[in-house]
């Protein structure tokens, strides 16, 4: 199906099943503990062994030797694969550096070797017996450092974008800002490790991992590997966590599948909790350059947003300026990121990459902007809307509702209340400020495919691969299902996370809830049609409800139509231009009350509201959790998120959970949460939008200015500790 044209009305706005806040239909496996994850598909892949990564340990140079003669004869031990036993391997299109390193190492903790044994223990202590000599090479660890070698990263054949004069302007607005921010390296912290059994019948590969985007790692394991992609199959029910992490191929997965071919066993490989922070992805550090310009009204006449990060060579950019380029008006406008080549483990996606840190600084700008003209934050926000694309002034938003979620979120949160000057409002030992950030997240899609079958009884049968990383595919896609054809949830089963079912959008970006139910809503379409043939009637006039299709007064039950044999169909949605004729992003308003101690500096988070304009939600119960989860990373980000370098040995000091803290229970109050009632035509039928990385984007800011708010004190380099808080803080009495 080719979504060319905006969404009229059809089935799903009929509302009986799409929309309700379904419990998700995965809850009772998850609670109960049976729900199968990767490293725990004992029934599918028994008789396995278990695989224990070594990591390098230098950032750079070469590996001159392995000695791996002791741990052979380690009790239990039936391989090692090193660069030397696994011969040529490829890189794949999503990977920046190897994931097995040798004879180069391109970052700390890259791959060295896999010691496989009988029992995990057995190939952890056989791995200490390894021994691997390095010759080390100077390397680039220090981003600000870097920043005189950084080169501009190109957006078409320029070194930036522009829009009118931005300098002229700039020198000529009354009141100006001119501010750097820092954000600092951040890792996933996912509950689930990295994780994946391999497995070989003859020439045909089996993997069981934990992984976001199916086809994709499908494509790049292949490519590693050198071999057919129809000779690898995935499959990945269940996934304790993403964030962006998993999108990619990994390095256990590859030195599952080669261990594998070795031992002509199964083959379990878990990342070891030490190693993730280096070994994977992680979001890059940045440090962000924002001037203001504005009139003494306070309109925005000037916006310049310049952000630097760094990467592997080969690597691309923490994309800090993306919503900097919509967000607000201001008709002379410049943007720019520049990147520097660092050998620290390779930057990408993390939740909500560009607009989570780059938000981090972009709203600080704007109340700080805000304050030197002695205007409330929210005002100021509201009066520089915009209702087109500020640098192609007649491309309009599809829908743009930013300024009510400002205005409702500042009603609901008492926002009258806040004290306008910084640091007057206390609760005893405490001094209280509210803040606010506006949030804004892109709305993207992607081609998705399912495979939709009613079955002889009746029900019906979803498959994709389409993952679900605890966000709540399997029950928007079921309510999707049952919304088509006329049927209760409960009679639908979903299957997922199969690289043998239809491509579907995957698991990423929060583009995955709005393409894979338009992907299973296509598929429905085909089917309905199929299904109305078969009972006699006209496909176009018919009608599904309760369990029947019906015409009129004729009505024949599902189970009838398909006594005879299950009915099967295939589609995928397939978008348009629409997204180039009218900019499509979703909106919110994030709102914060903090307390900071007046003797310690600590700070505590006391009430959170996240306002939020993101097309029809489809559940609003799994829609909440998702904003819930993305309001607490923000937390963790602003407060206390912060992978350590050691900028003389090259590499995340803090790579556990021990020491990269996020936040816990006691760290969080109440949240709130409040959707506007919206359906956006031009992104889908299901005119749905993505929101679980908009509940994100902006709360940092939001809790930053919120303790500017209650202190005085502008802290522009995250995380804001107490340390960069206590010398500046008031007198305690």
């Keep these: 199906m080719k979504f060319t044209k905006p969404a009229s009305i059809n089935p799903i706005d009929q509302l009986k099943v799409v929309g309700k806040p379904l419990d998700r239909i995965d809850g009772p496996l998850k609670v109960t503990g049976t729900a199968p994850y990767a490293y725990e598909q004992h029934a599918a892949a028994p008789n396995a062994v278990y695989g224990y990564v070594i990591g390098a340990s230098i950032p750079k140079g070469r590996i001159k030797g392995i000695d791996s003669t002791a741990a052979n004869r380690a009790p239990g031990v039936l391989t090692i694969v090193t660069h030397e036993s696994a011969g040529k391997l490829g890189k794949g299109n999503f990977n920046t550096a190897h994931l097995l390193a040798g004879p180069d190492v391109q970052h700390y903790h890259q791959a060295v070797a896999l010691v496989v044994a009988e029992t995990f223990e057995q190939a952890r202590a056989a791995a200490a017996l390894v021994r691997v000599d390095y010759e080390a090479a100077p390397g680039a660890f220090d981003l600000k450092a870097a920043m005189a070698r950084a080169r501009p990263v190109k957006s078409g054949d320029r070194d930036e974008d522009r829009t009118g004069d931005f300098e002229g302007a700039y020198a000529n607005a009354p009141v100006k800002l001119d501010a750097t921010y820092t954000t600092p390296d951040h890792t996933h912290a996912m509950m689930e490790p990295f994780a994946s059994i391999a497995s070989w019948q003859g020439d045909q590969l089996t993997v069981w991992i934990s992984n976001q985007m199916i086809a994709w790692t499908r494509t790049d394991l292949a490519t590693t590997l050198g071999i057919p ?44 909790r030490p190693l993730i922070a280096n070994n994977t992805t992680h979001r890059p550090a940045t440090i962000q350059r924002i001037r203001i310009g504005a009139s003494r ?149 992607m081609t998705s495919g399912a495979r939709v079958r009613l079955e002889q009884g009746g029900t019906v049968t979803v498959e994709t691969d389409m993952t679900d990383i605890g966000t709540g595919s399997y029950t928007i896609i079921a309510q999707t299902a049952a919304e088509m054809l006329g049927l209760p949830v409960e009679r639908v089963t979903v299957r997922l996370g199969d690289s043998s079912f239809p491509v579907s959008s995957g698991s990423g970006g929060q583009w995955g809830a ?76 994030h709102f914060v009350e903090v307390g900071v101690d007046l003797a310690t500096a600590e700070v505590r988070v006391r009430r959170m509201l996240a306002v939020c304009a993101a097309g029809r939600i489809l559940n609003p119960k799994t829609a909440r959790s998702q904003l819930i989860g993305a309001m607490t990373m923000g937390v963790g980000g602003a407060l206390m998120e912060h992978l350590v370098v050691d900028k003389r040995l090259g590499f995340f000091v803090n790579h556990d959970l021990a020491g990269y803290e996020v936040p816990v229970h006691a760290d969080i109050p109440h949240q709130e949460v409040v959707f506007l009632d919206e359906n956006d035509p031009m992104s889908s039928p299901m005119k749905a939008k993505g929101v679980g990385e908009l509940g994100l984007c902006g709360v940092g800011a939001a809790v930053a200015n919120a ?16 340390d960069k808080l206590i010398a500046q803080m008031p007198a305690a009495y």
Excluded at 365 to 370: K, N, P, S, W, Y
Excluded at 707 to 719: F, L, S
């Design 229 to 272: 992609k129809d000779k690898v199959r995935l499959i990945s029910p269940y996934i304790g966590g993403g964030f962006g992490g998993k999108l990619f191929l990994r390095s256990e997965t590859v030195l599952a599948a080669l261990a594998a071919r070795f031992v002509k066993r199964p083959v379990k490989v878990t990342l070891q």
């Design 297 to 445: 009204e306070g309109r925005i006449t000037a916006i310049a947003h310049e952000s630097w990060s760094g990467d592997l060579e080969g690597g691309g950019p923490e994309t800090a300026v993306a919503q900097t380029r919509l967000l607000y008006a201001g008709a002379n406008r410049l943007t720019r990121m520049m990147l520097a080549t660092l050998d620290l483990p390779e930057g990408n996606a993390m939740r909500a990459p560009g607009e989570a840190p780059g938000l981090m600084a972009l709203e600080v700008a704007i109340d700080e902007l805000a304050e030197k003209l002695r205007m409330d934050p929210v005002t100021f926000r509201v009066l520089n809307d915009t209702t087109v694309d500020p640098e192609q002034r007649g491309r309009k938003f599809s829908q743009r509702r930013l300024v009510e979620c400002l205005r409702q979120g500042a009603r609901k949160f008492g926002w009258d209340q806040r004290a306008a000057q910084p640091g007057t409002r206390r609760d005893g030992r405490w001094l209280v400020g509210m803040g606010v950030a506006s949030a804004f997240r892109n709305n993207i899609v």
């Design 514 to 589: 709005n393409s894979a139910t338009a992907g299973v809503y296509a598929a429905c379409v085909k089917l309905r049609e199929q299904i109305a043939r078969q009972a006699g009637l006209d496909p176009v006039a018919a009608e599904f409800a309760d369990g029947q299709v019906h015409v009129g007064a004729k009505k024949v039950a599902l189970s009838d139509v398909a006594a005879p044999g299950a009915i099967t169909a295939e589609d995928a949605i397939e978008f348009g231009d629409l997204g180039k004729k009218f900019q499509q992003s979703t909106f919110g308003a």
């Design 707 to 722: 303790i500017h708010n209650a202190t005085g004190i502008r802290v522009r380099d995250y995380p804001l500790t107490l």
